[in-house]
């Protein structure tokens, strides 16, 4: 076999052995979504695992009725358009019970109550909703919160910035982008004692109850175990506990975090584990997308320069669609949009997804430059090979390619450094790669500049090396 | 398929681009070992004519038939069309990517199955025969225009064509390469290759050719032995075109 040819086989058993553990690993009943950055209702501590409110609930409830499910964490808005779009069987988020949410949902009893509150920074001389007006409000996509900032914006007469995580509203408020958050009380306060630098000056608004969600008509099952085993645990004793142990301890009694380990280093080594999860599978997504994008760009390439007018036009269509579409679009419409279409309770994993959606955004880009690559060849040559006798293909293969894939090599390293920092993007539909662990570690301690520039000096070690790897080829194959 | 006397045979050839027309109606027989001069000022169509035989440009209408094969008919494999037919381009064309016997052995071990250490020895043999035997590991970029021009000579010999076309393989090249590029060629001749050459060398033409064919405006205009071309010619532009070779 050819190098390229074993190159190829490596690559498939790597992807299917892939395919391999992922269907093993969905032999749960049920695949239940939950928020990523939601305190005390679910957050990520040391090591990756989840904790919080609502993830104790699910599990006390289903030892309970005996059921088995996978978590999957999301963001909130995520979780939300999964379960319409069928991709996974349940939410528990501190989802709001809401008229709106009941016509496309199936809620369960509710299991907690709570009200929106609005928090300033510490040192705001905000004192009520009346100073807010031609300020700038902080919300979060999806959340009670946002629905009620929403209802009272007119008669306040303030500006709306919308957030996909808490955190990150947070941020923008204690750095001073906004004046103000409307958040839930639990989680505000929760936030607040674990050391996020905001005041709540508000009493609790619209008090609504939270509750596990199913796609209308679907997992009556589901929904009625969940029902069963809330009110077992009410009976027993376990839920108070479980809330007590959440609204009434301090963050670092639970993750068993301590303050000597808030350094730079300490941190580091504290989330070296989870770095390096996150960090794998950036590398993971990294490889197999360059595999696959440089496969589809060569494509592109060759059916862009051959002759006839049906291949450059296919070429030159796929290219339009894919480079003319936000990666981030791209991968939401992948993860989301085609099982909604599909319906049946069709599924893609968001690995995956993430995968196929960055083959077909850099295999667009890839694919532009290699035909600008093949057509920069000069035309003699392929009249040379052709005057041989040579086949067209034959032509393409023994004197263009080598000579195209030549004045490529720079545009392709490029590509490469240009995918593997692209990965980031696939936060957005969950894939825990480097960024959103750097988001969920953030979510757990507030640490924010410490975590993000952790998170960017891996990332330019990764670049520095993937650059010297690629120029050690390219002075290989000069 | 048998050798029939008749190597090349075109018959009322246009060849249009859009709403220009730059053949207008040739028609041309080459016998075997026939050696065909074409001459003619710049834009006459001379390339293009050439380059309609082995289908680089596929003409507008017209028949062309070459070492038997009709080109028109449908059914026609152009590959083995080209397979027979030696093709010289004025920039030579090597593949820069291959060195001088890589360039060589190319199409005789991709389409004639030739053993790599066989197609090696036909190429070294050919080298020497234009002169290059040191030069077999060479890469193109470090030859002479001379050098490369003759290579890509040996390079079309290697597929044992039966008629060799020459696209000006002179044009190109400094002045004092052009003498060995053209006693390879005349070495050719006297072993009995057929060969359309389309060149400006007038003295070339005058000592090789059996014929000389004047082309002007996509038509041949005139057409006989070089003694008769150079000394007698009849066609008031080809008397006005070689009064402006020779006064140059």
């Known amino acids: 076999m050819k190098k390229w040819q074993v190159a190829v086989v490596l690559c498939l058993a790597a992807i299917g052995s892939w395919f391999g553990l992922t269907a093993h690993a969905q032999a749960a009943e049920y695949t239940i979504a939950t928020d990523t950055t939601f305190a005390p209702f679910e957050f990520q501590v040391k090591g990756g695992q989840y904790k919080g409110i609502d993830i104790d609930l699910l599990k006390a409830i289903a030892k309970k009725e005996h059921f088995t499910y996978q978590l999957k964490a999301l963001s909130f808005n995520a979780a939300v358009q999964q379960l319409s779009a069928n991709q996974v069987d349940g939410v528990i988020a501190g989802m709001n019970i809401t008229p709106a949410r009941e016509v496309t949902f199936d809620f369960s009893k509710p299991y907690y109550t709570s009200g929106v509150v609005m928090a300033v920074a510490k040192d705001s001389t905000v004192k009520n909703f009346n100073d807010l007006k031609g300020k700038t409000v902080a919300l979060k996509t999806g959340t009670a919160g946002a629905a009620y900032g929403k209802s009272i914006q007119n008669k306040y007469g303030f500006k709306i910035k919308y957030f996909n995580d808490s955190n990150t509203m947070y941020n923008d408020v204690k750095v001073g982008n906004s004046s103000a958050c409307f958040e839930d009380y639990p989680v505000m306060s929760y936030g607040i004692k674990n050391g996020i630098p905001l005041k709540i000056i508000s009493k609790q608004h619209n008090a609504g109850d939270y509750g596990f969600a199913v796609k209308k008509g679907k997992n009556a099952a589901l929904l009625k175990k969940f029902n069963a085993g809330l009110a077992a645990i009410k009976a027993d004793g376990t839920y108070q506990k479980i809330i007590n142990k959440y609204l009434h301890s301090k963050e670092s009694k639970i993750t068993g975090e301590t303050a000597s380990s808030r350094t730079f280093f300490g941190l580091f080594s504290q989330n070296l584990g989870t770095l390096g999860k996150g960090l794998w599978m950036t590398i993971e997504l990294t490889v197999i997308s360059i595999i696959l994008a440089t496969l589809l760009g060569l494509l592109l390439g060759v059916l862009g320069v051959m002759p006839g007018k049906i291949g450059p036009a296919i070429s030159s269509t796929i290219i339009y669609i894919f480079r003319g579409m936000p990666l981030m679009v791209l991968a939401f419409f992948i993860y989301i949009g085609i099982p909604d279409l599909i319906g049946h309770g069709f599924k893609i994993p968001a690995f995956i997804a993430g995968m196929i959606t960055l083959m077909l955004n850099e295999g667009a880009y890839t694919g532009a430059f290699v035909k600008g690559g093949f057509q920069a060849v000069d035309a003699g040559q392929m009249e040379a090979a052709r005057s041989l006798g040579l086949p067209y293909w034959k032509a393409m293969r023994k004197v263009v390619m080598p000579q195209g894939i030549r004045i490529m090599i720079p545009s392709f390293i490029n590509q490469f450094i240009i995918t593997l920092k692209d990965t980031s993007i696939l936060s957005v539909i969950g894939i825990v790669e480097l960024t959103q662990t750097g988001t969920l570690i953030i979510a757990r301690n507030f640490e924010g500049f410490k975590i993000w520039l952790m998170i960017a000096i891996i990332y330019l070690i990764i670049i520095t090396l993937l650059t010297w790897l690629s120029n050690w080829v390219q002075r290989r194959i000069n | ?248």
């Open chain 2, 1 to 248: 398929m048998a050798d029939t006397a008749i190597k090349v045979h075109v018959q009322d050839l246009h060849k249009s681009y859009g709403n220009t027309e730059v053949l207008k109606g040739l028609n041309l027989d080459v016998k075997n070992n026939e050696v065909v001069c074409m001459i003619g000022p710049s834009g006459s169509g001379k390339s293009t004519f050439l380059r309609c035989l082995t289908d680089l440009e596929v003409p507008s209408k017209g028949q062309i038939v070459i070492n038997g094969y009709d080109l028109s008919d449908a059914k026609t494999n152009i590959d083995l069309v080209r397979e027979n037919i030696g093709m010289v381009f004025q920039h030579f064309n090597l593949f820069p990517n291959m060195n001088v016997l890589q360039n060589i052995t190319l199409a005789p071990i991709q389409l004639k199955k030739m053993t790599p250490a066989k197609a090696e020895k036909t190429a070294r043999d050919l080298l020497d025969q234009v002169g290059l035997a040191d030069k077999a590991t060479a890469l193109p970029t470090a030859l002479s225009g001379g050098q490369q021009q003759r290579v890509a000579i040996a390079r079309a010999l290697a597929m044992h064509p039966k008629i060799m076309l020459f696209d000006e393989p002179t044009s190109a090249l400094d002045p004092e390469m052009v003498g060995d590029v053209l006693d390879v060629m005349k070495q050719l001749a006297r072993d009995g290759m057929t060969m359309i050459v389309v060149t400006h060398e007038m003295g070339f033409a005058k000592e090789v050719a059996d014929r000389v064919v004047f082309m002007a405006d996509g038509l041949i205009r005139e057409s006989g032995a070089p003694k008769d071309i150079f000394e007698h010619p009849q066609n008031p532009r080809l008397q006005d075109f070689l009064n402006k070779v020779i006064n140059v």
